[in-house]
């Protein structure tokens, strides 16, 4: 009976159907794109695939983007670990001529066609009576093949029906498929970065600890020496002691950063207020701006900002702050130093009129070791880390630090710290 001749019961209960099916597959794409992992995805696939064709069995066969092979990856109703290990020749096969077609097929009874690739059944043991296979494609590109093995009822023939039922299947568990690959690939890369990261870390933490001893000794003898010299050894004493206190600093900001990383800083809370802490740090760094010809000017705020924080950790925030203005600005240049209370919080802001840093840089000067010149060509010193050490020791503090900067202009660099109660 054609469809034609169908009364318009029969006909409102295909469509029915129609409906029914088309609800079903939406519920399984909301399942497909909410799962990430490929291996599961696969396997719901498949079941899908079984439910909605009526079928024994369903399979997956993917493309190896490499290789241009046709691999297995599940099949499901049938017990066998080896499918995986499976490649079916795109020549040869039914799963090849649909990749190769990019088009479904449909085989009533796989013992007459000559394209069936009897392999599969005898190491799955089962036996392949009828197929229906569509291609798995995104964006036009054929990935895989999904095929439904012998169906069950109406006499064992696949539909028009079906087909349409697993193309549309097939469409929406394509992209999922595809989202998962991509997921896997980002998920490797980003381990491969972390361990990247972790051994950096780790070179840090040895590097730092096997410096420090001979250092100490080093610096041991020359206050000793220092002592004694007098005339022209002394000038060169005196240059081997700066030399050994910078490589200290410079150990001493690995070390830094490294409690940061590990949560092992501690903060020494005590009552401060910002105006005292803020000129006595710029105090110090007056006789550097000095020998650059720099002017440092300060304002502080009218009430005095009390916090609560750990001296020594401030003290390295804004001596990070003062000594990268410094660097950062060329001869003549000036450096305003400002504390203002805003709201329930303080602001210390440092402000240069240097070299400023371009906009898509802003963020990242606060990672570790990143600098804006390439490190080998610089013509400043330093290791990259006075921000990443500042940015950690605020925020243990509860508070955020960030930039404002116009390339050639300047840069006024700010934290924020909670303002003490009462
Ligand atoms: N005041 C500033 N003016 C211009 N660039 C700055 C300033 N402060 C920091 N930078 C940029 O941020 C980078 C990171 O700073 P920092 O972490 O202190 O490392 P370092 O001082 O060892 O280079 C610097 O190398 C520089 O490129
Ligand atoms: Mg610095």
Redesign the pocket.
């Known amino acids: 009976m054609s469809r034609e001749e169908w009364t318009l019961e029969e006909k409102v209960e295909v469509l029915e159907k129609r409906v029914a099916v088309l609800e079903r597959i939406l519920r399984i794409s909301q399942i497909l794109t909410s799962t990430l992992q490929l291996e599961p995805l696969l396997q719901i696939i498949t079941q899908a695939a079984t439910e909605l064709t009526d079928t024994e069995a369903s399979s997956i066969m993917l493309l190896d983007k490499n290789t241009g092979e046709l691999h297995f990856e599940v099949i499901n109703g049938v017990k066998s670990e080896e499918v995986k290990r499976i490649t079916v020749p795109l020549e040869g096969s039914i799963a090849g001529w649909i990749v190769r077609e990019g088009k479904p097929l449909l085989i009533p009874d796989v013992r007459q066609d000559p394209r069936f690739y009897s392999k599969v059944d005898e190491t799955t043991h089962f036996e392949t009576r009828s197929i229906l296979g569509v291609p798995l494609q995104v964006k036009g590109e054929v990935i895989g093949v999904l095929e439904a093995l012998n169906k069950k009822t109406g006499r064992g023939i696949f539909t028009q029906d079906d087909m349409h039922t697993l193309s549309t299947l097939a469409a929406h568990a394509a992209i999922a498929i595809e989202n998962a690959r991509l997921m896997t690939e980002t998920q490797k890369a980003y381990e491969e970065l972390s361990e990247l990261d972790r051994l950096k870390s780790d070179f840090v933490a040895i590097a730092s600890h096997e410096l420090q001893t001979p250092l100490t000794i080093i610096l041991g003898y020359i206050s000793f020496l220092k002592e004694r010299a007098t005339g022209e050894a002394g000038e060169q004493v005196e240059i081997v002691l700066q030399s050994a206190l910078r490589l200290r600093s410079l150990i001493d900001?690995m070390i830094n950063l490294r409690h940061i990383e590990t949560g092992e800083a501690e903060l020494e809370l005590e009552r401060l207020s910002l105006n005292e802490l803020v000129t006595t740090i710029t105090a110090e760094f007056a006789s550097l701006a000095e020998a650059k010809r720099q002017s440092i000017g300060i304002r502080l705020a009218p009430q005095p900002p009390m916090v609560e924080a750990d001296r020594q950790k401030l003290h390295l925030v804004l001596a990070?702050?003062l000594?990268?203005?410094i660097?950062?600005?060329p001869e003549g240049g000036r450096i305003q130093v400002e504390v203002e209370t805003k709201g329930n919080e303080v602001w210390v802001s440092?402000r240069?009129t240097?070299?400023?840093?371009p906009p898509r840089?802003q963020e990242r000067?606060?990672d570790?070791?990143?600098?804006?010149?390439p490190s080998l060509t610089?013509r400043?010193?330093?290791?990259?880390?006075?921000?990443?050490?500042?940015k950690g020791m605020v925020e243990l503090h509860g508070g955020r630090i960030w930039?404002e900067?116009v390339e050639g202009m300047?840069?006024s660099?700010t934290f924020a710290l909670p303002l003490l109660e009462g």
């Open positions: 900001d990070n702050l000594s990268n203005a660097k950062f600005t440092v240069d240097g070299i400023g840093i840089e000067i606060f570790r070791f990143y600098q804006v010149e610089r400043f010193e330093g290791m990259g880390l006075g921000l990443s050490i500042a930039v900067s300047g840069s660099f």
